[in-house]
């Protein structure tokens, strides 16, 4: 389960309630979707197995899905 990441090669712009993220270098940034959980605007203790692979699968396929608009 992945509920914080520190990748030292690279500098993190943001620690979100659900995703990560790093500057790759200017023109590109890695996104990690965390196993952890939030509601109501609160990170719950603990985490959910896979949330982060889920998460960026669904972004994945609707990245596909539209990409002729992009």
Do not use: C, N, Q
Not at 31 to 58: E, H, Q, W
Not at 59 to 68: G, N
Request: charged fraction near 25%.
């Amino acid at each position: 389960m992945i509920l914080h990441t520190e990748l030292s090669a690279l500098e993190k712009l943001y620690s979100g309630k659900v995703r990560d993220v790093y500057a790759v270098d200017d023109d590109h940034l890695l996104i990690i979707a965390t196993d952890r959980i939030s509601a109501y605007d609160v990170i719950l203790p603990g985490g959910i197995p896979d949330k982060g692979k889920l998460l960026t699968r669904m972004a994945l396929f609707w990245f596909d899905m539209m990409s002729d608009l992009v």
